[in-house]
């Protein structure tokens, strides 16, 4: 069965630091699909990204960053120079090739002081 | 409209009594998907329609939770003899297609508290 561990259950910086966010899978998939949500105060989830496991590129999108490595099964966040407004919940899926439910980690809370 | 609506946003019931919560997704989504929240946890994945049929219903707790879809769109989550423990944020989501890899479109949730 699929699994989403994401250990860090709270997380505070001051803003403009850099934060990565830690995201660990398990799966017996071949094919596979990894995304982060938002959750805000305000309650609505928030896609942010997608990756495909057979897809291990890097991608960089403004302050946020997403290191995909298929070895460690790991599929970090990074925000960098870290602004008030992204404090907020974190979650972490898992997506099987031949479903779209999504298993999703426990979440990160990350807390932005000014 | 245009993003996934749930009604109502916020449902207080006593033990014991039945509720009836409802999500309509996205026009056009076929896939529709409704997950638990509970305080400080993360998305409990209850159960999925594509179309009418539900084809993953694994998620549900117990036989107290229930769901249908009508009309391939409004889709009604019913918790009979509600319990303390079913107290959480009941998000609903939907999609263009139940296909691999196609992102989840969340609902802002209907908080229960069963009093």
């Known amino acids: 069965a699929q699994k989403v561990t994401q250990a860090q259950t709270e997380i505070s910086v001051v803003e403009k630091e850099d934060v990565t966010l830690d995201c660990v899978y398990e799966?017996?998939?071949?094919?596979?699909?990894l995304f982060w949500y938002k959750q805000p105060p305000s309650g609505e989830l928030v896609f942010l990204i997608r990756?495909?496991?057979?897809?291990?590129q890097n991608e960089i999108s403004g302050r946020y960053s997403w290191n995909f490595q298929k070895s460690t099964s790991s599929f970090n966040f990074t925000i960098t120079a870290s602004q008030v407004v992204d404090s907020a919940v974190y979650f972490c899926?898992?997506?099987?090739?031949?479903?779209?439910?999504?298993?999703f980690g426990q979440g990160t809370t990350l807390q932005v002081k000014p | 409209g245009a993003g996934v609506s749930q009604s109502p946003s916020n449902k207080v019931t006593e033990k014991g009594k039945d509720v009836e919560l409802r999500c309509d997704p996205i026009s056009g989504h076929t896939a529709l998907y409704w997950y638990r929240q509970s305080l400080g946890q993360g998305l409990e994945f209850l159960i999925y329609f594509q179309g009418n049929s539900a084809p993953d219903k694994s998620g549900l707790p117990s036989d107290r939770f229930s769901a249908e879809r009508t009309g391939g769109s409004v889709s009604t989550l019913t918790i009979q003899r509600t319990q303390q423990e079913d107290s959480a944020v009941y998000l609903c989501?939907?999609?263009?297609?139940?296909?691999?890899?196609?992102?989840?479109?969340f609902g802002n949730g209907t908080r229960l508290t069963v009093t």
């Open positions: 799966t017996r998939d071949t094919t596979y699909y």
């Open positions: 899926a898992h997506g099987s090739s031949n479903t779209g439910k999504l298993i």
């Open positions: 989501a939907s999609s263009l297609a139940h296909k691999r890899g196609t992102p989840l479109h």
């Open positions: 990756r495909n496991s057979f897809d291990e």
